[in-house]
């Protein structure tokens, strides 16, 4: 197959800093064209060969957490873009403009690596996760159009445990998903088990020891989505111990508010370059990973800045402070524990904890007070 222009749209989760992600040749022999996208040193490189000689771009940055690229190739002129990096553009030497790529696309890794052309820096194999792969266009099943394959088996993930349930299907967005309807369904099937909250008095609160023991864990990763409509308010506490994590908004903006078991002290890094109080839905992805903190809301920007606050806490908490809080909390915790005097108003829905503990938090509704469910 000849190609004058060539799309690739790939996300990924890499565990080591050096691995041949996607690989495709002309010929066996490792010469004449051939498209190469790797993992160098933590960085990550496309090159290719048109038949007049490679060329190779390589990110500015290296390359954390999980992440987006997209390749661009239009005759000699190749872009590469990774995550939120500027795009870094190469041009090929030569007059020719296609591509010639018989061979059989390989994914992840390679059966022998002489058969890679000697332009291409690495010879390991990719370690880690890929969950989407487009090309041209066309999203392509990895498992189900595989012809074959070795030491490959599914990566941990949210959708792992069926958050959409019978009647949806889970769809992987990086670390967290969106639930799209099954043919013959309603698009409200998918989303009626969303709780709606008022602001006042109003929250789920989940101590059960499978969530006390998911917000123990350090890193703490929470994953939700939800779409609220005022300006400031507790969205969510989870708190095993001494240590605490919460999300919240104060006067428009996105806090994360954690400690790291010093009374008096918090850290918190603040969220304030998106709109999230607009009545739409929004995700949130938050770690706290001993003093460090991230926050991302749709996949936007990281946000890592942190400040420290001083803030007087009681030395021994209530016991009724323990567990998860969802929308709120009761108003005399509010104002004893947090910063906070009211929860938000708005629906909260797919809480995953630390990628593999999703809540269907409708069915914790008899340990919630003041809820609704979600229109919408």
């Known amino acids: 197959m000849a190609l004058t222009w060539l799309d690739i749209d790939i996300t990924f989760k ?22 190469a996208l790797y993992l160098r040193d933590g960085y990550v490189e496309f090159s290719y060969d048109l038949g007049t000689g490679s060329v190779t771009a390589r990110s500015r940055f290296k390359v ?13 002129l190749a872009i590469l873009t990774v995550d939120n990096q500027l795009p870094v553009e190469v041009l090929s030497p030569g007059a020719f403009t296609q591509l010639f790529l018989p ?5 992840g890794g390679i059966p022998k690596f002489d058969i890679i052309s000697s332009h ?6 990719f370690v880690g996760c890929i969950q989407k792969v487009q090309i041209n266009g066309r999203y392509i099943s990895i498992l189900a159009e595989a012809l074959g394959g070795a030491n490959v088996q599914n990566c941990p993930h949210p959708c ?42 109003s929250y789920l609160h989940l101590d059960d020891t499978s969530t006390m023991n998911a917000i123990s864990y350090d890193p703490l990763t929470i994953n939700v989505r939800f779409k609220i409509s005022s300006k400031s308010g507790l969205l969510l506490w989870a708190s095993a111990g001494e240590s605490f994590l919460s999300l919240g908004l104060e006067n428009g903006a996105l806090v994360l508010r954690y400690n790291i078991k010093k009374h008096g002290e918090e850290i918190c890094i603040v969220h304030n370059t998106t709109n999230v109080h607009d009545g739409l839905w929004h995700r949130i992805r938050a770690v706290k990973d001993g003093s460090a903190g991230i926050l ?22 209530p016991q009724e402070t323990k567990g998860l809080y969802v929308g709120g909390m009761p108003y005399t915790l509010l104002r004893t524990i947090t910063k906070y005097i009211n929860g938000v108003r708005g629906c909260v829905a797919d809480l995953v904890v630390n990628t593999d503990y999703h809540l269907a938090l409708i069915n914790h509704s008899r340990i919630g007070h003041n809820i609704g469910e979600c229109e919408g």
């Open 14 to 35: 890499p565990t080591s800093p050096d691995g041949l992600i996607i690989y495709n040749g002309k010929r066996l022999d490792a010469t004449n064209d051939f498209i």
């Open 64 to 76: 954390m957490l999980v992440n987006g690229i997209r390749i661009s190739r239009t005759g000699r």
């Open 103 to 107: 061979q059989n696309l390989y994914l």
């Open 120 to 125: 291409v820096s690495i010879r390991t194999a």
């Open 160 to 201: 792992v445990t069926r958050p959409c349930g019978e009647d949806g299907e889970c769809i992987p967005q990086m670390d967290y998903f969106t639930c799209r309807c099954k043919s013959g369904y309603r698009d409200h099937l998918c989303s009626r088990s969303a709780p709606s909250f008022y602001g006042i008095d």
């Open 296 to 317: 991302i809301v749709d996949n936007g920007l990281t946000m890592t800045q942190q400040s420290v606050e001083i803030y007087q806490r009681p030395t021994t908490a």
